[in-house]
Nanobody, 133 residues
Framework: EVQLVESGGGLVQPGGSLRLSCTASGFTFETYHMSWVRQAPGKELEWVSGISFAGRIKYFADSVKGRFTISRDNAKNTMTLQMNDLKTEDTAVYYC??????????????????????????WGQGTQVTVSS
């Protein structure tokens, strides 16, 4: 059974940092591209970042570029999102998701919000990130 479990969310002040982790099981992690997606209250899903199966290619949404970094450890079946200089608009539930095997990682960069559920075949339960003073 494929499982994705996020951790590391919480409450942080603007300008602060958080590190989210995603632990995967039930599939061959090192053969799949992976992604982070978020959803703020009352808003559509927003793609945040993606990383290729070997970790060499990384993409970021313009809204987080320069502040967030993504990495993965295939030996430990984990993916990490390091979030720095957090802003109130980063408040959302953050989801770890697996990219469908036939989908190019670059497709996520321009995907419409309602397409994400087709491009990403497994999702974690989400972790809440709240940025507030």
């Amino acid at each position: 059974e494929v499982q994705l479990v996020e951790s590391g969310g919480g409450l942080v002040q603007p300008g602060g940092s958080l590190r989210l982790s995603c632990t995967a099981s039930g599939f061959t992690f090192e053969t799949y591209h992976m992604s982070w997606v978020r959803q703020a209250p009352g808003k559509e899903l927003e793609w945040v970042s993606g990383i290729s199966f070997a970790g060499r290619i990384k993409y970021f949404a313009d809204s987080v570029k320069g502040r967030f970094t993504i990495s993965r450890d295939n030996a430990k079946n984990t993916m990490t999102l390091q979030m720095n200089d957090l802003k109130t608009e980063d408040t959302a539930v953050y989801y770890c998701a697996r990219v469908q095997s036939a989908v190019a990682l670059s497709a996520l960069v321009t995907a419409a919000p309602d397409a994400l559920s087709r491009l990403l075949d497994y999702w974690g339960q989400g972790t809440q990130v709240t940025v507030s003073s």
